[in-house]
């Protein structure tokens, strides 16, 4: 289930690298009306490293930590 706000990926190079685009939906996901990528880049892009650190903090908000 994906708790982010997650994209169409139209006419992104980077759809295939960011979570937003390959993340699995939830039954009642929510999407951007348009997606962020502008032409040039797009300041919503969740990459590989982005979704390791939101675990971690997901992990640590709910009291079980890796240390």
């Known amino acids: ?12 190079p980077v759809a295939n690298k960011c979570y937003r685009f390959t993340a699995t939906p939830s039954d ?18 969740w990459g590989d490293n982005a979704q390791s650190i939101f675990e971690q903090l997901k992990q640590i908000t709910n009291g079980k930590s890796n240390s």
């Open 1 to 12: 289930m994906a708790d982010i706000t997650m994209c169409s990926g139209k006419n992104c």
């Open 28 to 45: 009642h996901q929510s999407y951007f009306l348009s997606p962020p990528y502008d032409g040039k880049s797009c300041s919503m892009y």
